[in-house]
């Protein structure tokens, strides 16, 4: 059975960093593509970054360029959002999930696997 698992979240204060990583499990994920997403209260789910399996495509929404960096771990089937620079509007639930797709998507719908999610705050 596959799992995402997202760990890292927290509390922390604008200008502050924090580093999440998304661990999946339970099948081989070649031609898989890993995806961060977000949502804050009263608003839609958003995409933040995605990554292709092999690590080698990345794409990262544009409103985040510069401030996050997706990157993944083969060997641990492991991906990490290094989210720098962060404000309070960043403040959101955030979500991995996984899609059978060998291209990084942006598309919720393209999206099979889900983790929890894990709250990140901004504090100002």
């Known amino acids: 059975q596959v799992q995402v698992v997202e760990s890292g979240g927290g509390l922390v204060q604008a200008g502050g960093s924090l580093r999440l990583s998304c661990a999946a499990s339970?099948?081989?994920?070649?031609?898989?593509?890993m995806g961060w997403f977000r949502q804050a209260p009263g608003k839609e789910r958003e995409f933040v970054a995605a990554?292709?399996?092999?690590?080698?495509?990345?794409a990262i929404a544009d409103s985040l360029k510069g401030r996050f960096v997706i990157s993944r771990d083969g060997y641990k089937n492991t991906m990490y959002l290094q989210m720098n620079s962060l404000k309070p509007e960043d403040t959101a639930v955030y979500s991995c999930?996984?899609?059978?797709?060998?291209?990084?998507?942006?598309?919720?719908?393209?999206?099979?696997?889900w983790g929890q999610g894990t709250q990140v705050t901004v504090s100002s």
């Open positions: 999930a996984l899609a059978r797709d060998p291209l990084p998507s942006s598309r919720v719908r393209a999206y099979d696997y």
């Open positions: 339970g099948s081989t994920f070649s031609g898989y593509c």
């Open positions: 990554i292709n399996w092999s690590g080698t495509k990345t």
